[in-house]
C-alpha cells in the first residue's frame, strides 16, 4: 500500500483515565532522569579513536539491556502497592519495540512499549543515527521511543555515562517520520514521496517477530528513510546536549574534535583542523561562566587531545 502524509501530526498522549495512566507516568518521570541510576561495571581500557565506532554498537546493545535491569530494579518506584507484581519489563529482538512492559506469565499481555536506542554522542555525524520505520499503526498510544545518549567518563576510557535522553510517543514519532517524508520530497519536485506501509493485518502493536511492520520508502537511493534525527524532531533536544560542558568543554567541540580525527586524513591535515576547532574553543572558553580557571581547562584539553592523538592507528 502506497500512502503520503500530507498533514503535520499532533501528539496524542495516553487519557488521563487510562487505568495504567499513573503506572506509565511514574516509569516516564523515571525516564528523564534515568542517568541518575545508570551505574555500569563495564571499564573501557586501551582504546584508539577509530576502535571505539568499530565496537560502539556492541556497547549500545549493552546499556540497552543494563537500561532493562535498572527498570526492573526500580520497582518499588513505581509499583509501590504492589499492584503490577506479575509485571516486568523484558527485551525483545528482531521486532518493535524494544522493551515490553509485560505480564511475566503471559508475554501477549503488554500495557505498553519503549523502543531504546542508545547513542554514542561523539559519533562520526553528530547525531543519532538509527533508523526508525515502525508503522505509525503498530504504535499503540502509550508507547514510547527514548534515545539514551553515552560516552566514555575519560574520553577514551572508563566507564559509559548517561546523558538526560529524549522521550518521544513512539507513534507521533513514526507520524512526523512519513510527514517530513512526503512534505521535503513533495517540495524538491523531482523525487517521489510516496510510502510503502505493511499489509493491514501487520499495522497493529506488537507485531510479532515474522510481521513485518515497518515502512519504506518507494524510492530511497541513499537509505535515508527513517533517519529520524534528520527530519528535525530532534533539533531542540540535540542543541540542548551540545551545550553541555564534559571536562570543561562543550559537547559540540568534543563532536567536532572527534570527527577531525576520525576522518581519513593525514596527522598535518588533523592539526590544521584541531587548531581551527581550538581557537573557538578557547574563545568560547573565555566568555563563559566556568569556576575553573579558564587556562586550566585549555590546559586540560591539550593534554587530552594529545592523548587522543597518540591513540590514532
Same mark, same amino acid.
Given at each position: 500500500?502506497?500512502?503520503?502524509?500530507?498533514?503535520?501530526?499532533?501528539? @496524542?498522549?495516553?487519557? +488521563?483515565?487510562?487505568e495504567?495512566?499513573?503506572?506509565?507516568?511514574?516509569?516516564?518521570?523515571?525516564?528523564?532522569?534515568l542517568?541518575?541510576?545508570? $551505574? /555500569?561495571?563495564?571499564?573501557? $581500557?586501551g582504546?584508539n579513536?577509530?576502535?571505539?565506532?568499530?565496537v560502539?554498537?556492541?556497547?549500545?546493545?549493552?546499556?540497552?539491556?543494563?537500561?532493562? #535491569?535498572?527498570?526492573?530494579?526500580?520497582?518499588?518506584?513505581?509499583?509501590?502497592?504492589?499492584?503490577?507484581?506479575?509485571?516486568? &519489563?523484558?527485551?525483545? /529482538?528482531?521486532?518493535?519495540?524494544?522493551? !515490553?512492559?509485560?505480564?511475566?506469565?503471559?508475554?501477549?499481555?503488554?500495557?505498553?512499549?519503549?523502543?531504546?536506542?542508545?547513542?554514542?554522542? &561523539?559519533?562520526?555525524?553528530?547525531?543519532?543515527?538509527?533508523?526508525?520505520?515502525?508503522?505509525? #499503526?503498530?504504535?499503540?498510544?502509550?508507547?514510547?521511543?527514548?534515545?539514551?545518549?553515552?560516552?566514555?567518563?575519560?574520553v577514551?576510557?572508563?566507564?559509559?555515562?548517561?546523558?538526560?535522553p529524549?522521550?518521544?510517543?513512539?507513534?507521533?514519532?513514526?507520524?512526523?517520520?512519513?510527514?517530513?517524508?512526503s +512534505?521535503?520530497?513533495n517540495s524538491?519536485?523531482?523525487? =517521489? =514521496?510516496?510510502?510503502i506501509?505493511?499489509?493491514?493485518? &501487520?499495522r497493529?502493536?506488537?507485531?510479532?517477530?515474522?510481521?513485518?511492520?515497518?515502512d519504506?520508502a518507494?524510492?530511497?537511493k *541513499?537509505?535515508?528513510? *527513517?533517519?529520524?534525527?534528520? /527530519?528535525?524532531?530532534?533539533?531542540?533536544?540535540? @542543541? @540542548?546536549?551540545?551545550?553541555?560542558?564534559?571536562? *570543561?568543554?562543550?559537547?559540540?567541540?568534543?563532536?567536532?574534535?572527534f570527527?577531525?580525527?576520525?576522518?581519513?586524513?593525514?596527522?598535518?591535515?588533523i #592539526?590544521?583542523?584541531?587548531?581551527?576547532i !581550538?581557537?573557538?574553543?578557547?574563545? #568560547?572558553i573565555?566568555?563563559?561562566?566556568?569556576?575553573?580557571?579558564?587556562?586550566?581547562i585549555?590546559?586540560?584539553?591539550?593534554?587530552?587531545?594529545?592523548?587522543?592523538?597518540?591513540?590514532?592507528?
Amino acid at each position: 500500500m502506497q500512502a503520503q502524509a500530507n498533514t503535520e501530526p499532533t501528539r @496524542s498522549f495516553p487519557a +488521563n483515565n487510562w487505568e495504567h495512566f499513573l503506572l506509565w507516568k511514574r516509569i516516564y518521570d523515571i525516564l528523564e532522569v534515568l542517568p541518575k541510576y545508570f $551505574k /555500569s561495571e563495564i571499564l573501557i $581500557k586501551g582504546i584508539n579513536v577509530t576502535d571505539i565506532y568499530a565496537v560502539g554498537n556492541l556497547f549500545s546493545a549493552i546499556i540497552e539491556s543494563q537500561i532493562v #535491569d535498572i527498570l526492573n530494579s526500580l520497582r518499588g518506584n513505581w509499583d509501590e502497592d504492589n499492584e503490577y507484581s506479575d509485571y516486568s &519489563f523484558i527485551r525483545q /529482538s528482531q521486532t518493535f519495540p524494544d522493551i !515490553l512492559f509485560t505480564q511475566t506469565q503471559d508475554t501477549r499481555n503488554i500495557i505498553f512499549g519503549i523502543e531504546l536506542k542508545a547513542w554514542y554522542v &561523539f559519533s562520526k555525524e553528530s547525531e543519532p543515527s538509527f533508523r526508525y520505520t515502525i508503522d505509525p #499503526d503498530s504504535c499503540n498510544v502509550q508507547d514510547l521511543l527514548v534515545v539514551t545518549p553515552w560516552f566514555l567518563s575519560d574520553v577514551l576510557s572508563g566507564n559509559p555515562l548517561l546523558l538526560f535522553p529524549y522521550i518521544e510517543l513512539a507513534k507521533y514519532g513514526a507520524e512526523f517520520r512519513n510527514f517530513h517524508w512526503s +512534505n521535503s520530497r513533495n517540495s524538491s519536485g523531482n523525487r =517521489s =514521496s510516496n510510502i510503502i506501509r505493511p499489509p493491514e493485518s &501487520f499495522r497493529h502493536p506488537y507485531p510479532r517477530s515474522k510481521e513485518e511492520a515497518s515502512d519504506k520508502a518507494e524510492h530511497d537511493k *541513499g537509505n535515508n528513510f *527513517g533517519r529520524i534525527a534528520r /527530519s528535525g524532531i530532534l533539533d531542540n533536544y540535540l @542543541s @540542548s546536549i551540545k551545550k553541555i560542558d564534559y571536562l *570543561g568543554i562543550k559537547i559540540s567541540h568534543w563532536m567536532k574534535i572527534f570527527k577531525a580525527m576520525s576522518e581519513n586524513k593525514t596527522m598535518q591535515e588533523i #592539526d590544521i583542523q584541531l587548531e581551527t576547532i !581550538l581557537r573557538t574553543v578557547k574563545s #568560547d572558553i573565555e566568555n563563559s561562566q566556568s569556576q575553573k580557571p579558564h587556562l586550566l581547562i585549555f590546559k586540560e584539553l591539550l593534554e587530552n587531545l594529545n592523548a587522543l592523538k597518540e591513540n590514532l592507528p
